[in-house]
Nanobody, 124 residues
């Protein structure tokens, strides 16, 4: 059974930092891309950042570029999302997801597995 577990959420003030972790089990980590997504109250879920565990390729959506950093520790089956210079609009439930790496652009990955999410709240 594939499981993704996110941790590291919490309350932070604007300008502060948080690091989220996503631990994957039940899959061959190197064969999957991992993505971070978020959903704010009343809004649709949106992609944040993605990483290919096979070659380390990464991508960031425009709103978080230069503030967030995605990385992976393949030995620990873990992907991290370092979030710096937090803004109030970053408040959301953050989810990680896994999709099989078929050599396609991140925009075409089918995200088959999802974690339960972790709440991140940024206060002004």
């Amino acid at each position: 059974e594939v499981q993704l577990v996110e941790t590291g959420g919490g309350l932070v003030q604007t300008g502060g930092s948080l690091r989220l972790s996503c631990v994957a089990s039940g899959l061959t980590f190197d064969d999957y891309d991992i993505g971070w997504f978020r959903q704010a109250p009343g809004k649709e879920r949106e992609g944040v950042s993605y990483i290919s565990d096979s070659d380390g390729d990464t991508h960031y959506e425009g709103s978080v570029e230069d503030r967030f950093t995605i990385s992976s520790d393949n030995a620990k089956n873990t992907v991290y999302l370092q979030m710096n210079n937090r803004k109030v609009e970053d408040t959301a439930v953050y989810y990680c997801a896994a999709g099989e790496n078929l050599g396609m652009p991140f925009s075409q990955v089918t995200w088959n597995y999802w974690g339960q999410g972790t709440q991140v709240t940024v206060s002004s």
